[in-house]
């Protein structure tokens, strides 16, 4: 069946591959391992040479290996998730995404010749229910925000180029959680991920997500509860271990994001740490490096090469099997090998603030054009989304990929040629001053970069 697959129509895939969940979800562990053998026959479908023989047979054998410490965690994860999530995520992520989307993508690229997302980031609001220490949103209220239509005309249109992954960030997006259902059940063939700060998940919340089955959320946490609070205020802690117990009773999907930086690194890559949310019910983890935008920046918040060659080291470990922690930590700057260095600029990703400007980037505040006046191929071929797409990567090293942290003579370039205007809501800064900021770092990192890189290079060549 798996060989006559890619000749049925699209609804008729779907229906095949919801089958196959179904199947997959009547079943006991052990009874499992045909069923995921015939979801890593449906990839090969879609991704074709992409998926070489050599990484088919890895993840076969992974497949088939007795108490496979990655196949435990999945059927942990489809024991403990309610089957609709399950089902929708498998659907809409997997099928949607990965599979079928990738391969539009990878067309869509070819036919106009700029970069085309595999997902886009947007802003429902500014506004946020918070006042965190060092963050803007919970003083800007909501001077900015996208309307329903606007959100729904990003999702629409970037379907029609092979997107089926949206996140939301903000502010705090769950501000929004009315227009964020009607989003998710407007289009439930795509996977949403939300990254908020907990304290609006509730149980009538937690049962109309289950109910659409298509959102999947990202708590923000900053270490333990003394570290969280000092940042974030009293009881944010607490609130956030209570949203996990609801999340986790309900079977709904969920991971953790986390800033690193040279004061909480250790803290938020500990075993106790890992471990804790793991059993919470935690899946993952997004770990972005502290980025020293704004004119307000501490740059003494920039981890040292020793410590981003710690954390290297560490998720390494960590996504190794000589780890049991049932968790997947992904780490945004030092996993550039894994996607071919810098993902932004519409390459992987890109950002739609709450004003409507496209950003090649969360952190790069600078933009060409609006979702108000532009469709999201006239943002991708907007002049600073073509110079992402000329000069990307920035850096062979893939330990350098950031045209703004590492390679700040870069960013200022392109920034200064396409004229792009500064769109940061808060604290505004000239390119020149932003890159300022970067040179001693990227100056420092680069001979550790070079080892490091270096090293990996001769133990997988």
């Excluded at 946020?128 to 729904?152: I, K, P, V």
Aim: charged share 20%; aromatic share 12%; glycine share 6%.
């Amino acid at each position: 069946m798996i060989h006559s697959f890619e000749t049925l129509s699209h609804s008729v895939q779907r229906k095949v591959a919801a089958g196959l969940v179904d199947n997959i979800l009547n079943k006991n562990a052990q009874e499992r391992e045909d069923l995921f053998l015939r979801v890593l026959d449906m990839a090969k479908v879609f991704w074709g040479d992409r998926l070489t023989e050599e990484q088919y047979a890895v993840v076969a054998a992974e497949i088939c290996k007795p108490d496979s410490r990655w196949m435990n965690i999945i059927n942990h994860a489809l024991n403990e998730l309610h089957p609709n999530v399950i089902k929708t995520t498998f659907l809409n992520l997997g099928y949607e995404a990965f599979f079928r989307g990738s391969r539009e993508i990878k067309k869509n690229r070819r036919i106009y010749n700029c970069n085309i997302p595999w997902l886009i980031l947007f802003d429902p609001t500014s506004a946020c229910n918070m006042h965190c220490a060092g963050c803007w949103a919970g003083t800007y209220g909501d001077r900015h925000q996208l309307s329903f239509e606007d959100m729904d005309k990003i999702v629409t249109e970037g379907k029609q180029l092979g997107i089926y992954l949206y996140m939301m960030t903000g502010g705090e997006p769950l501000v929004r959680k009315k227009d964020i259902l009607r989003l998710a059940e407007k289009h439930s063939d795509v996977q949403f991920a939300v990254y908020t700060n907990a304290t609006l998940i509730d149980d009538m919340f937690c049962e109309e997500v289950t109910r659409v089955g298509n959102i999947a959320f990202f708590l923000s946490v900053e270490g333990d509860e003394h570290a969280n609070d000092s940042r974030r205020g009293d009881g944010h802690y607490q609130t956030v271990m209570q949203a996990m117990k609801l999340l986790k009773k309900h079977g709904i999907l969920f991971g953790i994001s986390v800033c690193y930086t040279s004061q909480n690194i250790k803290a938020v890559t500990s075993d106790e740490f890992l471990t804790d949310l793991s059993q919470k019910g935690a899946k993952f983890g997004f770990y972005f490096h502290y980025m020293p935008i704004g004119t307000d920046a501490v740059v003494q918040l920039l981890p040292t090469p020793e410590q981003r060659s710690y954390i290297i080291d560490r998720f390494a470990h960590i996504r190794s099997p000589k780890s049991n922690i049932a968790f997947f930590p992904i780490d945004f700057q030092n996993d550039g090998k894994y996607v071919g260095g810098c993902i932004a600029g519409g390459r992987n990703y890109f950002h739609i603030n709450a004003a409507g400007d496209a950003e090649p980037c969360v952190f790069i505040h600078y933009s060409n054009a609006n979702i108000h006046s532009s469709s999201l191929l006239d943002i991708l071929q907007s002049p600073l989304f073509m110079a992402y797409h000329r000069n990307q990567p920035f850096n062979e090293n893939h330990l350098l990929p950031c045209p703004m942290l590492e390679n700040p003579e870069a960013l200022k370039e392109m920034v200064t040629q396409t004229k792009a205007k500064n769109t940061d809501f808060a604290s505004p800064e000239s390119v020149e001053h932003l890159c300022e900021k970067c040179h001693v770092y990227a100056d420092q990192w680069f001979p550790t970069a070079e080892r490091l890189w270096n090293e990996q290079k001769t133990k997988y060549d």
